[in-house]
């Protein structure tokens, strides 16, 4: 299994999720989606990933939360997406050198991103 090609995406809101996959599979990339922090973790666990998209507000384990396990326990960068953040979220997400796109998403920021990303192998978090 090549993981370079090989994204997660993690998103409560279903056509949230299936947008994001839909934009990204049109450009060739390897999708796995899961509906909530824990399930992301059951995917982790299971399969390599080169990237994992998160939304940020999520019931359970939020994005943040996720973001810090997965940059703790697999090394694999994160991307953090919000369709708003409170005052509060947005001081911790800039605290914890969070990457975050705003919703809604343009489409060729994200795909240069993910590419950016994919080929690099991490995001830049200064």
């Known amino acids: 299994m090549n993981s370079m090609n090989r994204v997660l995406i993690v998103d409560d809101d279903d056509a949230a999720r299936l947008a994001l996959s839909a934009c990204l599979a049109s450009s060739g990339y390897e999708l796995t989606e899961a509906c909530d922090g824990m399930e992301a973790l059951i995917r982790l666990q299971t399969g390599a990933y080169a990237l994992v998209i998160t939304d940020y507000q999520m019931p359970g384990l939020n994005g943040l939360e996720l973001m810090q396990i997965v940059r703790k326990k697999w090394k694999i960068p994160v991307l953090l997406i919000s369709g708003h953040l409170t005052e509060a ?38």
């Open 89 to 126: 979220e947005e001081q911790v997400a800039v605290l914890s050198e969070a990457s975050v796109l705003r919703k809604p998403i343009d489409r060729e920021i994200l795909l240069s991103l993910v590419k950016l990303v994919v080929q690099r192998g991490s995001l830049d978090h200064r």
